[in-house]
């Protein structure tokens, strides 16, 4: 079970950090992401971690604000917001796969949590 915390309401230019903590089951071989998902849209890749930690994907939108990490000590898996803008509110996601890959297909992933809001205003 994957279980996000940290979502709330920041004004625009804010932070946020975004945690996805796991129950159940050792994440550390696994490869770990995030999403994000509005009404109607389908769900949007944001990072991408993989199971060694050693590489992180990002989308495009996301680039250079946000950072997504790992500790694998504590079975969390983080997401980092920085500079924040109206067009990230959201439902967060993460996500796990057991191969230890980081992707950005939705479909690569077998574990999800419930989702996180995040509300940014301007």
């Known amino acids: 079970q994957l279980v996000e915390s940290g979502g709330g309401l920041v004004q625009a230019g804010g932070s946020l950090r975004l945690s996805c903590a796991a129950s159940?089951?050792?994440?550390?071989?696994?490869?770990l992401g995030w999403f994000r998902q509005i009404p109607g849209k389908e769900r949007e890749f944001v990072a991408a971690?993989?199971?060694?930690?050693?590489?992180?994907y990002y989308g495009d939108s996301v680039k250079g604000r946000f950072t997504i990490s790992r500790d694998n000590a504590k079975n969390t898996v983080f997401l980092q917001m920085n500079s924040l803008k109206p067009e990230d509110t959201a439902v967060y996601y993460c996500?796990?796969?057991?191969?230890?890959?980081?992707?950005?297909?939705?479909?690569?992933?077998?574990?999800w949590g419930q989702g996180t809001q995040v509300t940014v205003s301007s």
């Open positions: 996500a796990a796969q057991r191969f230890g890959i980081a992707t950005m297909r939705p479909g690569d992933y077998s574990y």
């Open positions: 159940g089951r050792t994440l550390g071989n696994y490869g």
């Open positions: 971690i993989t199971g060694a930690g050693g590489r992180t």
